[in-house]
């Protein structure tokens, strides 16, 4: 194949019409001396949240939506419904009498109970109830649905790999049958880990999430209590796989830290991403130059290789999730602190 060069044509200009680049002009841009980062910490506050939840509360029947999610849609993401780099983040309204019918993806998905008094979701055929600060799985190609039978809406934040599975072009969602036999239907796991410490000699292990699906918040509580206190007297527990210790679910890594009361956490920084709510307190965070001020169920995010400390005066607690587990498995884990 021959290719005319133009007169007026580059040398880069003629290679790109066949699909072709030189690297020698963009080496630097490619491989940078540290990693790109696209977005700065954003905060979405519960006070501004409540308004458009009341209005989908109202307005967004279930009947004609499979899910009712707001998308917290970084703008530096560019319409992607994207929190962060490989994180999203929604928060889930379900009214009292609602269900959200069952439904399973290759993205995974967690939910942390926002506000509630006892919705529940179904995750291949354990029954796992959503009180507040609850954590709930619905791991990779898990059945599950959503449903309300108490008196009070219940509004969770969804938080899920889909920018990751959707970048590696892994998406995969199947809707269920309703005209079939729930326990037809669905996996109906009996090592549901109704004893701790015990398990079926015969079983074997088939997933690389954890069995044990709800992580109730009093647990929590206890755990952080247990916890040694770490140099800024800050408490951190990590939310495992009681089988291996490993990360409950490995691509949404997400842990509790509970703050000192006055004391900074050390600055820190990663080249995983993390998004933040606050369970208990309010206080702020310096991220990347940014402070951002926060209290009860606010949702905000670090975005990767970015300077990050928090703080509360009387103390807080905060969950977060993150990418952290998938990068240190690929061995692109960098952390470090100032001292
Ligand atoms: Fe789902």
């Not at 729930?182 to 109906?188: G, M, P």
């Not at 109704?194 to 079983?203: F, K, Q, T, V, Y």
């Not at 890594?253 to 703050?259: A, K, M, S, T």
Request: with cysteine; glycine share 6%.
């Amino acid at each position: 194949m021959t290719i005319a060069l133009a007169k007026t044509e580059s040398f880069e200009q003629t290679l790109a019409r066949s699909n072709l680049q030189p690297l020698w002009d963009r080496y630097d841009r490619l491989l940078t001396a540290e990693p790109q980062v696209p977005d700065q910490a954003t905060l979405w506050r519960w006070h501004d949240l409540l308004p458009f939840i009341d209005r989908a509360a109202n307005e967004i029947s279930m009947e004609k939506s499979e899910r009712r999610v707001l998308m917290l849609a970084n703008p530096a993401f560019e319409g992607k419904p994207f929190a962060t780099t490989n994180l999203f983040a929604g928060i889930q309204i379900l009214n009292p009498g609602e269900r959200a019918p069952v439904h399973r993806h290759s993205a995974s998905a967690m939910r942390f109970v926002l506000e509630g008094k006892g919705a529940a979701t179904v995750v291949d055929g354990q029954h796992c109830d959503m009180f507040p600060g609850d954590l709930v799985l619905t791991p990779n190609w898990c059945w599950h649905e959503h449903h309300n039978d108490s008196d009070t809406r219940c509004i969770w934040l969804d938080a899920l790999d889909l920018p990751l599975a959707a970048s590696m072009g892994t998406i995969f969602s199947e809707r269920g049958e309703p005209s079939k036999q729930r326990d037809a239907l669905w996996h109906i796991d009996d090592n549901a880990f109704a004893n701790a410490g015990l398990l079926p000699d015969s079983a074997a292990r088939r997933n690389a999430y954890s069995p044990m699906f709800r992580y109730p918040w009093a647990r929590t509580v206890a755990a952080l209590a247990q916890a040694p206190e770490m140099p800024d007297g800050s408490k951190r527990v990590r939310y495992v796989d009681p089988t291996t210790g490993e990360p409950a679910i490995p691509t949404l890594d997400c842990y509790v830290w509970q703050l000192a009361k006055g004391k900074p956490t050390v600055t820190a920084r990663s080249s995983a991403n993390a998004v933040f709510a606050v369970v208990e307190g309010e206080g702020s965070s310096d991220i990347g130059g940014r402070r951002i001020h926060w209290q009860k169920n606010d949702v905000f995010t670090v975005p990767h290789w970015t300077w990050a400390s928090h703080h509360a005066a009387a103390g807080a607690r905060l969950f977060y999730f993150s990418d952290r587990e998938v990068l240190r498995r690929l061995n692109w884990l960098r952390e470090e602190t100032q001292a």
